[in-house]
């Protein structure tokens, strides 16, 4: 009975960690280029097995072949990094990779953080999020107001009285003149880096990825990117809803396993113990 309690309650923890990552990936299925999580799950470390009656070896009785650890273990999380749908905005400034890449951000730490990271610490981030605006200046940065890298991992800044566009190289150009004398220009490419190994990125929050001391970046892509669109998040609001609901379902089994356990437990102590 014991035993079954455990098995129990490492299967209400595990569900519970499942739920997290489900919920987790609803939060963010409007948020850009976001890659949804998973989870996984692991049987019993070993088995406990008995030889009954085995003539095999001299002496017929019962041995332990290894050591019972009941209970289901959480696994590793892990992230689906399939591209998401387009969605056409009509910005210049909204860039959507198609393909593998990342862009590249100029990252400062607005605080103190558990990742080591110490408020106005710079560091390089990377993002498959495109939605990026021009400052007044010219600059080209995120919605938080860090700056976009180019190629060279540089600022990018433009003339922001001039007309711009940027082509699927990442290659922004810039316009003048009118007319049949229009002219254009390139005058800056957006950087796009890959990773050998996605397991060596660090998913430090607000949608930025940072390459831990083993990352090999690739600073050529092969992925291109298109203006005038945003990568949606991949994750599925219907597929969450149903895992969401086996989770609860799990969940509500293991809690009526551990009452009745409980409940044949006390019929053991109390009606049992005074015969």
Known sequence: MVKGLYTAWTAMVNEQHRMDVATNNLANANTNGYKKEGSTQQTFDSQLALKIKDTSEPGSYP??????????????DYT????GPMKSTGNTWDLAISGKGFFAIDYTSAHNNIAGHTQGQQTVMYTRDGSFTLTADGALVTHDGDFVLDTEGQHIEVDPTKKHAVNVKGQVLEFT????DETSEVVATIGLFDFEDYDALYKYGENLYEPTDVAVRIDNATGSINAGFLEQSNVSVVDEMVSIINIQRHYEAASTMIQTANETLKTATTDLGRL
């Open 80 to 83: 689906d990094w399939s591209e």
């Open 177 to 180: 003149g009118d007319g049949a």
């Open 63 to 76: 041995r332990r072949l290894g050591r019972i650890v009941p209970g289901v273990k959480t696994g590793e």
